[in-house]
């Protein structure tokens, strides 16, 4: 694909409800990152990976919170029993190597937990 | 750590100039800029690496004083396309990896004609 794709771009889950989150980076991008985007602020780091190897997940904030990118492309953040506060936008962004590189973001999951 | 943005908001009318400055209490290996319109992603503006950069785009420049461990998005003569939120995003280096990115709160900019 041309950029980054996530799907789906709404999901509206019952609270206790459990949801996951898809992202395709760019083809061959090495880096992938997700974040948490309330209301107004600015994209929260939940994650990080280079290729299959998460390099960092100390922004994920539960460990409801659970992210794979099994085979260095695909990537799914999965959250468990979700919670109102759980609602915000994810977004997913990839980059081609190392953090020094511009980073290409989807365009985000909006999640409304009711 | 995340890095303070400052001002909160800033309204301009066209043409005129803005400073948007971006300061971190961490070590600094890379600022990077980008621009979120409403319900849009953010959009990639540059990226200034630590050794005191400084970078143009267009209309649109930074700085990055890697001493005070601050950056600074110079906007001159703005434009109506320029409205929207701008983020600077942080990166330090963390032993044998570059680390994760992290972004301010925002700075929202609003261009009247």
């Known amino acids: 694909g041309a950029g980054v794709s996530q799907s789906p771009r709404y999901k509206v889950a019952k609270r206790g409800q459990d949801v996951a989150l898809r992202c395709d980076p760019i083809s061959g991008h090495v880096s992938l990152f997700w974040y948490q985007q309330a209301l107004g602020q600015g994209p929260e780091f939940l994650t990080y990976f280079q290729n299959e190897a998460q390099l960092d997940k100390s922004g994920l904030p539960s460990d409801r919170f659970f992210a794979e990118r099994p085979e260095g492309s695909v990537s799914t953040l999965k959250i468990q029993r979700t919670q109102q506060e759980d609602s915000a936008v994810y977004l997913c962004?990839?980059?081609?190597?190392?953090?020094?590189?511009?980073?290409?973001f989807g365009q985000g999951t909006r999640l409304t937990v009711v | 750590q995340q890095p303070v943005q400052s001002p909160q908001a800033v309204i301009l009318r066209e043409g005129e100039d803005a400073v948007i400055n971006c300061s971190s209490s961490k070590a600094l290996y890379s600022v990077h800029w980008y621009r979120q319109k409403h319900g849009e992603a953010p959009v990639f503006l540059m990226i200034l690496l630590k050794g005191g950069e400084q970078k143009g785009h267009d209309k649109i420049s930074a700085s990055f004083n890697e001493k005070k461990q601050q950056s600074s998005l110079y906007l001159t003569a703005s434009q109506l396309s320029y409205s929207g939120t701008y983020f600077c995003?942080?990166?330090?280096?963390?032993?044998?990896?570059?680390?994760?990115?992290?972004f301010g709160k925002g700075t929202k900019l609003s261009v009247k004609p």
């Open positions: 962004a990839s980059s081609p190597l190392s953090l020094n590189t511009e980073a290409f």
């Open positions: 995003g942080t990166a330090s280096y963390n032993g044998g990896s570059q680390g994760n990115l992290i």
